[in-house]
């Protein structure tokens, strides 16, 4: 039971390259969503996706881009990495509704130098 | 102003203590409530759902209170595993989080 998957863990990049997280799910959930936490900021939602094809912006959305062309998937891309993108980003899903319980992967811990 | 806002802490209470954590949110259209748990370096998981009516579950009860935009969690006969962090959530149309709560059980 695999559950939901981030990768990869740890990840060191340099200030301008592009990044890409990945986010895998094997419980055929709608909704998935990317966050990303910060000391004093809990989490914030960067992006979310109720469904394949169909994605939108969260609370901060800037420097970030998803896409879900299968359910399961839903990577997230940093476009050209910069410091203030240090971060812990949680991908999440949710069977049913946006307000249902939400399950979170381990995490990926980002440090851009 | 923060849209969730919680007391940082840290709690530092004996083992077999009770205590509480409060919660206040600023969207009065916010439509549901939970508590999350946070380990050190871990992901969070949820710890319970806050209804209207106030729920229980063992040692763990939360209460909303719409009107004041409050919410709360008690913990009785605490226990060293209790240690983590306590995030609150408020869902409107998205899950907002608070900045969470540090407790650390000690024997």
């Known amino acids: ?27 055929s959930h709608s909704y998935m969503f990317w966050y990303r936490q910060d000391l004093g900021h809990g989490l914030r939602l960067i992006y979310y996706s109720a469904a394949a094809d169909i994605t939108d912006k969260g609370e901060v959305p800037d ?3 998803v896409s ?13 990495a910069t410091r203030s993108q240090t971060s812990v980003y949680f991908c999440a899903s ?13 995490g990926t811990r980002l440090t851009v130098l | 102003r923060k849209e969730v806002e919680q007391d940082p802490g840290p709690f530092n209470v004996p083992e077999g203590a009770t205590v509480a954590f409060n919660c206040t949110y600023s969207n009065s259209a916010s439509q549901s409530f939970f508590w999350y748990r946070q380990d050190c370096r871990k992901e969070p998981k949820l710890l319970m759902s806050v209804y209207s009516s106030g729920n229980e579950d063992g040692r763990f009860t939360a209460q909303l209170n719409r009107a004041s935009q409050y919410i709360s969690l008690l913990i009785r006969d605490s226990k060293l595993s209790d240690s983590a962090t306590y995030l609150c959530v408020v869902n409107r149309n998205d899950m907002r989080f608070g900045a969470g709560t540090r407790l650390t059980v000690k024997p």
């Open chain 1, 1 to 27: 039971d695999a559950g939901i998957t981030q990768s990869p863990r740890y990840k060191i990049t340099e200030t301008g390259r592009q990044v890409t997280l990945m986010c895998h799910q094997t419980w």
């Open chain 1, 68 to 80: 879900r062309s299968k359910t399961e998937n839903f990577p997230l891309t940093l476009e050209s």
């Open chain 1, 63 to 65: 420097g970030y881009v």
């Open chain 1, 94 to 106: 949710t069977s049913g509704v946006s307000t249902d319980t939400q399950y979170f992967g381990p």
